[in-house]
């Protein structure tokens, strides 16, 4: 798969490093918006969780070496039985308690990573990443340090004012709908996110913009899928239902 980079020994010979990519993936959501006493992550698509589809990929993928897991604190014995150990997930390391915010639980994951080039942050209620999704991503990150997954926008999209009316429509080429993985040079998103915890995070939504904000470092958007959608409605899990189908 192309993982190999070379640098140079003390004989001044030339020898093989094998890039080290971690998969942190979050699943410490509360799932407000499915109605149900079930977290989203833990709602069955044809008989398995949602979170094992994720972790499937990266289990398969030559790409991925090891895997952290980010849940809740009240999961993460069920998580590890039912989740880890039943489906032989045997790159998942470590199974970690998230924060009260989305940017806690991937601080979280973080600084469980050990010795790592690349991170891949995905949301645990995606099922559907692909070993091409993560292929295109890691191209892309390779080049710049800093890459999302995402597609361009199907729909016009408006901007509003504060009292809801259309204060601008950008031009629908330029826009595009963001997904997971998110992808970083390790170094690179932990000094932003060490940077960032400093000051106000209320408007943060995404990793892409803690690196935007406290690097200046330009993040290069790689094409991931339509049907990389994320589990959050019952409308949601019946989509994912007939992508399994057909």
Same mark, same amino acid.
């Given at each position: 798969?192309?993982?190999?980079?070379?640098?140079?020994?003390?004989?001044?010979?030339?020898?093989?490093?094998?890039?080290?990519?971690?998969?942190?993936?979050l699943a410490a959501g509360q799932g407000k918006r499915m109605h149900s006493k079930i977290q989203k992550q833990f709602l069955e698509i044809q008989g398995h969780p949602v979170l094992y589809y994720a972790l499937r990929?990266?289990?398969?993928?030559p790409i991925i070496q090891d895997i952290i897991l980010v849940t809740g604190e009240d999961v993460i014995s069920y998580c590890k039985k039912e989740i880890v150990k039943k489906y032989e997930f045997t790159k998942v390391t470590q199974v970690i308690a998230g924060g009260k915010e989305r940017y806690d639980s991937v601080y979280?994951?973080?600084?469980?990573?050990?010795?790592?080039?690349?991170?891949?942050?995905? &949301?645990? /209620?995606?099922p559907f990443i692909?070993?091409?999704?993560l292929q295109r991503g890691l191209d892309a990150v390779?080049?710049?340090?800093?890459c999302v997954v995402g597609m361009p926008s199907k729909d016009t999209v408006k901007l509003s004012d504060r009292e809801g009316f259309v204060k601008e429509t950008p031009d629908r080429s330029f826009v595009w709908n963001v997904q997971t993985p998110q992808i970083f040079s390790y170094s690179l998103i932990r000094g932003a996110h060490e940077s960032i915890r400093k000051k106000d995070m209320s408007?943060?939504?995404d990793d892409a913009m803690v690196v935007e904000q406290e690097t200046g470092v330009k993040v290069r958007l790689s094409e991931g899928s339509y049907r990389n959608i994320k589990i959050t409605t019952p409308e &949601?899990? /019946?989509?994912?239902?007939?992508?399994?189908t057909f």
């Amino acid at each position: 798969m192309g993982l190999k980079c070379s640098t140079q020994s003390e004989a001044g010979g030339t020898m093989m490093k094998q890039e080290k990519c971690t998969a942190i993936v979050l699943a410490a959501g509360q799932g407000k918006r499915m109605h149900s006493k079930i977290q989203k992550q833990f709602l069955e698509i044809q008989g398995h969780p949602v979170l094992y589809y994720a972790l499937r990929c990266f289990q398969g993928s030559p790409i991925i070496q090891d895997i952290i897991l980010v849940t809740g604190e009240d999961v993460i014995s069920y998580c590890k039985k039912e989740i880890v150990k039943k489906y032989e997930f045997t790159k998942v390391t470590q199974v970690i308690a998230g924060g009260k915010e989305r940017y806690d639980s991937v601080y979280a994951g973080l600084l469980a990573c050990q010795e790592t080039d690349y991170v891949f942050i995905h &949301d645990g /209620a995606r099922p559907f990443i692909t070993e091409e999704i993560l292929q295109r991503g890691l191209d892309a990150v390779r080049e710049t340090g800093a890459c999302v997954v995402g597609m361009p926008s199907k729909d016009t999209v408006k901007l509003s004012d504060r009292e809801g009316f259309v204060k601008e429509t950008p031009d629908r080429s330029f826009v595009w709908n963001v997904q997971t993985p998110q992808i970083f040079s390790y170094s690179l998103i932990r000094g932003a996110h060490e940077s960032i915890r400093k000051k106000d995070m209320s408007g943060v939504t995404d990793d892409a913009m803690v690196v935007e904000q406290e690097t200046g470092v330009k993040v290069r958007l790689s094409e991931g899928s339509y049907r990389n959608i994320k589990i959050t409605t019952p409308e &949601d899990l /019946a989509i994912a239902e007939s992508f399994l189908t057909f």
